[in-house]
């Protein structure tokens, strides 16, 4: 089992007539997942190394029966790829690209909840998500992690979340799914939704769980573990050495007004029971105690 | 972006909010003239990219054209924080009978628009959100609806602002919402917003931080950009497109991924070093990417050695290895240089580099290792 996405999940690739959608929609093929189509409006009836574009999500879904869309569109194009996806059918929208205007974010995440509830994004700005053996939707590198389980892991951080998943490769631990929400400010899928699904997956048993600083996501899916957890949670929060006022990289982590520090969420997740590692290894050390526990 | 004061004055302006008139000076002979052709009494402002001026007198009253002399020639070159003053904003004097405090921002718990009013303005709000949180009428806008007047009364009316006060709030209300919509902003801040003895409702300060990823709509943008405040290593590596914020300590840190460069740093600290930098260099870690990163790491003074810290995904071991030796064919580095080099192909990517291994170029198995070796150099206290 899995969370999310599986085997049997159908992906359209909005953009992937583009350089980054192209390849990295040909690599997720190659991995397995089912990559039925592509969209570009000037470029419909063409393919893609044999994989059809239509002009628009609704034309695709109709010709594929599509639940799910991969968006590798410019950050200019973002809105109207996402609100292009659910009106066109689609149920879960998983968005790569980086650089997205934060009130856009804003927009078409209350535009969905509003408009499409059943529909859940993913991103944007995220690494995407991975069910190992199964479908891999994104730019994760397939062979880094190991199919089946016991564990799931959710990051905000893209690098990171290799980290993980090869710190476990390494210790012959397999994951279920593994889900990056992206580190920017509104992220369409939030730590609590991931944890939830794995709270409730019969295969998934224990949780690693990646933060940063920034923010109080991390705090709220503390208080999450806390109340509606019982499966074990390992983490580990980058940036506990960050400078105030300076942004780190990804829009999202940036430490403001004494708000959003490492030691605060570390405190918040020890509190919850988790198991916090000071560094990605030792993190995967932990995870890999709870696994032997189970 | 933060923008300075006056910028942040004249964006306002655009959205039909009323502020004061006022000219930029950037050395004493410019604050005098402004004033002349102004009148007095002005105020003379320092602009600088952060809080707590007037403490450091960074703000003076001047009523005569001798004062603004006198204040011009104390401000500019003041530091404020570690902000040199380098420029001034001489604005007309205004009479203030209250001080109010407006602000709108992204709630990133509620996913929604945050509007802060109170009464009490001219003190942060910080402060008076710990003290008397009562004080502050906030209100939730759904971006995918917007603000309405009717809302933005009702916002206003929770603040129990000088009866007086009021519609002239609720226009600079909306307008405030609009500056923060239509300019993406990340904040815009009123303190104070002041009352007038003859009622008029005025902007008397502004701070506003824009969404650098808005740019490519915004093209006026691009003068915002230029008044950032970076130190010359940021300024390096905002001219090669690298993710890069300075740090006080001796360790260079170069790493792809944001959240690897965060743990990084997290890491060096961990083990008793002190990172000179944050730099992600991004996912695809080639020679170009590389050697720009050795460029601007190497020009900085502190730096006594380095940490490449690399997870190979998608890129593979080999090609960041040659990338990374191609990147030191073309920069000649002055201090010892540990990698850590894992993930996808890690094997072939490390038997590229052993060859090239020496005194000066050294590879560990894993972060901690490369941590403990890097800093124990930048110590000059090689094992």
Not at chain 2, 105 to 123: C, F, I, N, P, W
Not at chain 2, 125 to 139: C, F
Not at chain 2, 145 to 169: C, F, K, M, S
Not at chain 2, 240 to 252: A, H, M, N, P, T
Request: glycine share 12%; charged share 20%.
């Amino acid at each position: 089992m899995s969370i999310f996405v599986d085997s049997n999940t159908k992906v359209i690739y909005q953009g992937l007539t583009g350089s980054q959608g192209r390849y990295y929609g040909l690599l997720n093929r190659d991995y397995g997942t089912q990559v039925v189509g592509g969209t570009n409006p000037k470029k419909a009836g063409e393919d893609v190394d044999g994989i059809p574009i239509f002009a628009n999500c609704a034309e695709a879904v109709e010709a594929t029966g599509a639940t799910a869309s991969c968006i590798f569109i410019p950050a200019a194009g973002v809105y109207s790829a996402v609100m292009d996806a659910a009106a066109g059918g689609i149920k879960f929208i998983v968005c790569i690209t980086e650089g997205v205007p934060a009130h856009d974010e804003a927009t078409f995440y209350n535009e969905l909840k509003a408009q499409y509830p059943d529909v859940q994004l993913l991103g944007p700005n995220c690494p995407g998500i991975i069910s190992p053996g199964q479908c891999n939707i994104g730019i994760t590198a397939g062979h880094i992690a190991k199919a089946g389980g016991p564990v799931g892991i959710v990051s905000r951080s893209g690098t990171l979340t290799y980290q993980a998943l090869y710190e476990l490769q390494q210790k012959d631990i397999g994951v279920t799914t593994c889900v990056g929400i992206g580190g920017d400010p509104v992220p369409g899928t939030s730590f609590i939704d991931c944890l939830a699904a794995f709270e409730a997956d019969p295969d998934t048993h224990a949780v690693m769980m990646i933060g940063e600083i920034g923010g109080s996501a991390e705090e709220e899916a503390a208080d999450f573990i806390k109340n509606h957890m019982t499966k074990p949670v390992s983490s580990y929060i980058a940036g506990v050495t960050a400078p105030p006022g300076k942004k780190m990289g990804h829009a999202g982590a940036i430490v403001s007004g004494g708000k959003g520090t490492a030691d605060a969420k570390m405190e918040a997740l020890r509190d919850a029971g988790v198991k916090v590692g000071l560094n990605p290894t030792e993190a995967g050390e932990l995870m890999a105690e709870i696994v032997a526990s189970l | 972006m933060d923008l300075f004061e006056y910028q942040g004055k004249q964006f306002f302006k655009q959205f039909g909010m009323p502020v004061s008139d006022g000219e930029v000076a950037f050395t004493v002979q410019e604050a005098v003239d402004a004033a002349e052709r102004l009148g007095t009494p002005v105020m003379v402002k320092a602009q600088v990219h952060t809080g707590g001026r007037g403490k450091a007198g960074g703000v003076k009253f001047a009523a005569s054209v001798e004062d603004v002399q006198e204040h011009a020639s104390n401000i500019l070159g003041l530091d404020i924080n570690g902000h040199i003053v380098q420029r001034l904003w001489i604005e007309k004097a205004s009479d203030i009978s209250e001080e109010y405090y407006a602000s709108f921002t992204l709630d990133r718990s509620a996913k929604q628009h945050l509007g802060m009013l109170s009464a009490e303005g001219g003190v942060e709000i910080e402060t008076v959100a710990a003290e008397n949180p009562d004080a502050i009428s906030k209100i939730h806008v759904d971006p995918a609806v917007g603000l309405t007047r009717e809302a933005a009364q009702a916002w206003v009316d929770g603040a129990n602002l000088n009866p007086v006060a009021v519609e002239g709030a609720v226009d600079i209300a909306m307008q405030l919402y609009d500056a923060y919509v239509q300019g993406d902003a990340d904040l815009v801040e009123i303190n104070p917003l002041i009352l007038t003895p003859d009622n008029r409702v005025h902007v008397l300060d502004a701070k506003v931080t824009l969404d650098s990823n808005s740019i490519f709509r915004h093209e006026d943008y691009a003068e915002f950009d230029e008044t950032q405040p970076r130190d010359e290593r940021e300024e390096a590596a905002h001219e090669k497109g690298l993710q890069y914020v300075g740090l006080e300590g001796s360790v260079g840190v170069i790493a792809n991924g944001a959240g690897l460069a965060m743990s990084t740093v997290d890491v060096v600290n961990q083990v008793g070093g002190k990172p000179a930098n944050f730099l992600d260099i991004g996912g695809g870690a080639n020679a170009d990417v590389m050697a720009g990163a050795l460029e601007v790491i190497n020009n900085d003074p502190e730096v006594k050695s380095i940490f490449i810290n690399i997870f190979g995904g998608i890129t593979r071991g080999e090609e960041v290895a040659n990338g990374i030796i191609e990147a030191l064919n073309r920069v000649d580095i002055d201090a010892p240089i540990v990698i850590r080099l894992d993930g996808t192909n890690a094997d072939e990517g490390r038997e590229i580099l052993q060859p090239a291994l020496n005194d000066k170029l050294m590879m560990e198995p894993t972060m901690l290792d490369a941590a403990k070796k890097v800093v124990e150099l930048a110590k000059g206290a090689v094992a």
